[in-house]
């Protein structure tokens, strides 16, 4: 599909369509002065034929417009298909040389999100050699994480604290004992995705190892981080379609945390936030707690909405 700027097209409509008009508009006056002088009732030639060329004029409208949604429809939909494309391979860590653009309006958007992709794929692939990726959800790992806060606890008194929310996947052993470890690899990939799809961009997201995952919200209040964990317990998926056509019921457990100025390490809000897992767990399950750094350690952690 050739590469043609919005504005041409609908100049190229509107001056057909301004034909058309001009054209009906002359044939509809031609008319009137033809039928004027003619007796009631009867119609001449000449007036039949600027009617049916007011017509023609009309449906000529009516196809340029049609012509026009046509053509913008797909050109639209050309390009969002392009876009979701380089989307989808930025995810999977490989950019294309080129994606074909139909309007040119969207061409410096798309370079500019090209550019923009191919450094987080670069960055992705330098971290990897790294050894910062796990290799199965393509998330942050247990070494990255950890050095990812310990940047925002040096931050902390300048820029403010940051959350931290630990998540556990219920029933992943029963998954891995009905329907075999591949189910349960596809569950971890599965639910990666679902968590990348509902994470600012800000938020720091990582696999600790087995079904434990882990999101950092940085400079973010714990009242705030409260809101997320609820309203990712509403975005994320109710079922998970695993291999073999497994259907999973997906349910989660969380810890929620932030820290305090009364924090020595790094991974103190870590131990807090493990603290309300463990407290989630022996409530039931599929549910999330809150372990306030403000209260004393022994004190059970507050519940948050299932």
């Known amino acids: 599909m050739k590469t043609q700027p919005l504005s041409r097209v609908f100049l190229n409509a509107g001056f057909l369509a301004g034909v058309c008009l001009a054209l009906a508009g002359v044939c509809g006056f031609l008319f009137v002065r033809e039928l004027a002088p003619a007796p ?6 000449a007036a039949l034929l600027y009617l049916a060329l007011m017509a023609i004029a009309a449906f000529g409208v009516l196809a340029v417009l049609l012509r026009l949604h046509r053509v913008v429809g797909a050109a639209l939909r050309h390009d969002v298909r392009s876009l979701t494309r380089m989307f989808r391979d930025v995810r999977e860590g490989e950019l294309r040389e080129s994606y074909p653009i139909a309007l040119r309006e969207f061409a410096d958007a798309l370079t500019y999100l090209r550019a ?26 247990r070494r990255h994480l950890e050095r990812r806060l310990g940047q925002l606890f040096e931050a902390r008194k300048s820029k403010g604290g940051s959350a931290v929310l630990l998540i556990d996947v219920d ?3 029963s998954v891995n004992d009905q ?4 189910c349960g690899d596809a569950l971890i990939v599965q639910f990666s995705k679902a968590l990348r799809g509902c994470v600012r961009h800000s938020d720091f997201l990582a696999r600790l190892g087995g079904d434990e995952f882990c999101i950092i919200y940085p400079y973010t209040a714990v009242e705030r981080a409260d809101k997320y964990a609820q309203r990712l317990r509403q975005q994320l998926p109710r079922e998970l379609t695993l ?3 497994v259907v999973h019921r997906l349910l989660w457990t969380g810890g929620l945390s932030a820290m305090t100025d009364a924090d ?3 991974d103190d809000v870590l131990w807090r ?7 989630a767990k022996e409530a039931g399950r599929n549910n999330t707690k809150l372990f306030d750094g403000s209260r004393d350690v022994e004190q059970a952690p507050r519940r948050l909405a299932s």
């Open 116 to 141: 923009s992709g191919r450094k987080l794929v670069l960055e992705k692939k330098r971290l990897k050699n790294l050894g910062l990726i796990d290799h199965l959800s393509q998330l942050s790992n």
């Open 243 to 245: 291999m073999n056509g």
């Open 264 to 266: 020595t390490r790094f």
């Open 179 to 182: 329907h075999g470890h591949d």
């Open 273 to 279: 936030a493990d603290k309300a897992l463990i407290h």
């Open 40 to 45: 009631r009732g009867s119609l001449g030639f």
């Open 171 to 173: 029933h992943f052993k």
